[in-house]
């Protein structure tokens, strides 16, 4: 981490920093391990398409959490931490090189670069570590002391005005002047973040977004498909996962 930024640059995930919804590679993944059934990956799938179409409302991102919570609900931790290197597998090939770039060119001019998302803490520090950002924020799901989880979170739900209250305190925590410092996201849902720094970004922005950024003279970024020149694919993801994925989450759970 760079120690003395003072500015980050904060990343929304889905439809922002990837393409579509990482909670729909986490579904993939979890049908296999047999958490969840063919039906409910069915009815992901068809919300997972209604997203990529028109994005999500407020309403269905609280069903969305009530369903998290209540799928892993008496599933132990570690079962969930395992299946990381074979989600973000599937979540790398969607990361856009523009925006990863973007991140990149942050840290070379010195700042910090932060996914903030939604999406569960695990996947989210995970995701973080394998780009070479400086960390994640996502939603902590709570652990009992039996090691399983209980249903409930921990914290705020990183969403809304959650994601300012988790960069307000990096910014306490660290010493970032958010006034100096850039957020990234696609949707109406991430305005509260997008109004609490100085440089606002929006990346392929639902209608709302885009007329308001372009009321407020805010940077666009648009593009509509991942391109040949993926950041990162193929073997080169699966030895990264299998290697340096496994000693992170190995690490961080000691």
């Known amino acids: 981490m760079n120690e003395s930024a003072s500015a980050a640059a904060f990343f929304d995930l889905d439809k922002t920093l990837m393409a579509g919804s ?3 590679e986490f579904a993939r993944v979890a049908r296999r391990r047999g958490i969840i059934t063919r039906r409910q990956i069915l009815d992901w799938g068809i919300d997972h398409a209604l997203y990529r179409l028109r ?3 407020d309403e269905q991102t609280l069903e969305v959490l009530r369903v998290a919570t209540e799928t892993v609900a008496g599933v132990p931790e570690r079962q969930i931490a395992r299946m990381w ?3 973000l597998a599937g979540i790398l090939p969607r990361v856009y090189p523009a925006v990863l770039a973007e991140a990149h060119r942050h840290q070379d001019e010195g700042a910090e670069a932060w996914i903030v998302s939604a999406a569960g803490a695990g996947m989210v520090e995970s995701l973080a570590s394998v780009l070479g950002l400086d960390g994640g924020v996502g939603t902590t799901y709570e652990v009992g002391p ?3 989880f209980t249903g409930s979170i921990e914290g705020p739900f990183v969403y809304g005005q959650g994601k300012v209250e988790v960069i307000s305190a990096l ?6 002047d958010l006034e100096a410092s850039w957020a990234y996201s696609d949707s109406m849902s991430d305005l509260p973040m997008l109004e609490a720094v100085g440089n606002p970004v929006v990346v392929n922005p639902d209608p709302p977004l885009l007329t308001l950024a372009r009321e407020r003279d805010w940077q666009v970024m648009r593009f509509d498909r991942l391109g040949r020149n993926l950041a990162i694919a193929g073997s080169v993801v699966a030895a990264a996962l299998l290697g340096g994925l496994g000693s992170y989450v190995t690490t961080r759970r000691q």
């Open 55 to 57: 994005g999500a409302t």
């Open 22 to 24: 990482s909670g729909m």
């Open 146 to 148: 039996d090691g399983h």
């Open 85 to 87: 290197p074979e989600v």
């Open 171 to 176: 910014a306490a925590d660290r010493g970032l």
